[in-house]
Structures are given as C-alpha cells and as structure tokens.
C-alpha cells in the first residue's frame, strides 16, 4: 500500500505535535522513524495508520482517504502489546483469528495460524504459554496478531525497545523481511544500530521532518560517518534548523518535487 501525507499538522491546543510534514511511502518498503523523545514519532504513527484525527492536511492510502476504502486493514503493534500472557501462544493467535475472522472454519484458521507462526519464526512455540516466552519472541507474537488479516501497511510502535541487542536485531530483521514480502512497514524506534535495513528514514525535530531520505544520504545530509553521532545534533537547541536546511535540500526536491 502507498501512503501519502500532505502538510499533515497536528496540535494539541496551540502548539503543534506535528507540523506540515510531508511523506510518501510505498508498498515493500521498510521506513524508520527516529528522533528525541517527545519529538512526535508516535503520534505520526497513528496518524499516518488511521488511529487518531489531524488538524490540517490529508494521508491518503494508495490515492484515496481511508473512509474511502472500507475493510481496508491497517496493522499497529503498539508499544506496549496488551497480551494474554497466560494464554499458550497457538491459542492466542487462535482466540484472535476467531474474533477477527468470524466465518472462518476450525481448519481455516487452524492454518492460518500456523502459517502466521512460521511467518515470524514462532513455529516451535506454539504449545509455550506467552509468559514463559523471551521480549523478543513476545513482540513478535504481537505482530503475528497483525498479520492475521493481511494488512498491507504494518505499524510499530518502538517495538524493540528494552530488548538485548541480539533479540533487537532479530525483530528488526523480521520487519525488513515482512516489508521484503511486499507490506509497507513502518516503525519507530530510537536505537541506531540495525539502522542500515531501514530502505528510508524519517528524523523528526519538535514535530517537524528534520530529514527523510534513505541511511546513507541521512550520513551525508547530517555529516557524520556513524549513525550514532546524529542525536547529539538534534538534541541541540538549534537542531530546528535541520527541518529548514532540509526543505530546501536536493534531497527533498528528490523526494517530493520530482526532481
Ligand atoms: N494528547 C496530547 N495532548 C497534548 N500533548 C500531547 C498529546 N499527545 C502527545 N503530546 C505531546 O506531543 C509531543 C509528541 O509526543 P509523542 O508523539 O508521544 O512523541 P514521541 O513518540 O516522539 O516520544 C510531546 O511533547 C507530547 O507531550
Ligand atoms: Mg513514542
């Protein structure tokens, strides 16, 4: 699925969370969100997939508003999965696809899960009850709840936060296979080191796009030779001005001015 934001503004009273951001992205793509804390990377997040309401400006999935197609399905794994820990995990998922999925058959759903299981590398854990599972493995039985209905974008919400780095790196390899498969995957995070699977990247500053572009134009743009060193500008008082240096960037007339 292709989404388009345009000027999209949100504000909480007078001042803005999100300020006229623009973004296009496509179908197989895997876009990171990055930027400080309170910087507005969650609030785009469900605005961009339909989940709260915006001031000014439009998002538009594959050309049309999303009260134009019904039954449209918008994965959004939120920061903190809300998960029935008791549950063994195949009964989970099963519980689930019956809610979501009401006319399907015990079989029909029985391979459905199974399926879903293998999808995110959970096949073995199907009979392990969701609490005696590892973070990682955990996030990825929240995302496997997504993928029952097949979305074609798929959201997430700081999905590797708190985990070791090797569990975090193996989320994130999920994710830029789910979007390999042709999903548009979304997420937002804040840690650097798996960042060269990300296709594009957005930095937000104080709700403004500071950058968007793929990691290696980021490097370039922000003049740094490690990923890491980019927070430390944008925690400056000054980094609002990145938001600035890029409208007027090459990057951003390739992005969006066609050309
Ligand atoms: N409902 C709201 N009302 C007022 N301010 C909000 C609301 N939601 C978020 N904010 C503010 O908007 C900013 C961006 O928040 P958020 O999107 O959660 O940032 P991030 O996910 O990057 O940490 C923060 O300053 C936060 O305090
Ligand atoms: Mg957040």
Same mark, same amino acid.
């Given at each position: ?108 759903? *029985? ?26 493995? %955990? ?37 830029? %296979?789910?979007?390999?498969?042709? %999903? ?64 007027? *960037?090459l990057i951003?007339r390739k992005y969006?001015?066609?050309g």
């Amino acid at each position: 699925m292709k989404i388009e934001a345009k000027e999209l503004t949100v504000l909480a009273g007078r001042t803005s969370i999100l300020d006229d951001i623009q973004l296009s992205l496509n179908p197989g793509e895997f876009i990171g969100i990055l930027g400080p804390s309170g910087s507005g990377k969650s609030t785009l997040l469900t605005a961009l997939s339909g989940r709260r309401k915006y001031n000014k400006g439009e998002v538009l999935y594959d050309g049309e508003p999303l009260e134009g197609r019904p039954g449209e399905t918008i994965g959004f794994v939120p920061q903190d999965d809300n998960l029935h820990t008791a549950l063994k995990t195949g009964r989970l998922l099963s519980y689930s696809a019956r809610l979501q999925m009401p006319g399907k058959t015990k079989q029909q759903i *029985s391979k459905l899960i199974d399926l879903t299981l293998r999808s995110v590398g959970l096949e073995d854990r199907k009979k392990t009850v969701v609490k005696k599972l590892s973070g990682g493995q %955990r996030k990825r039985v929240s995302i496997a709840q997504e993928l029952l209905l097949s979305p074609k974008a798929l959201f997430l919400d700081e999905p590797t936060s708190g985990l070791d780095p090797e569990l975090e790196k193996s989320v994130m390899k999920l994710c830029a %296979r789910l979007a390999k498969e042709g %999903r548009l995957v979304v997420m937002t995070t804040h840690i650097l080191d798996s960042i060269s699977l990300f296709d594009r990247l957005m930095f937000l500053v104080a709700g403004k796009t500071a950058f968007f572009g793929t990691p290696d134009e980021a490097m370039a743009f922000f003049k740094v030779e490690d990923f890491h060193h980019i927070y430390p500008l944008l925690a400056r008082p000054e980094a609002s001005r990145y938001a600035e240096k890029y409208k007027t *960037s090459l990057i951003y007339r390739k992005y969006f001015k066609g050309g």
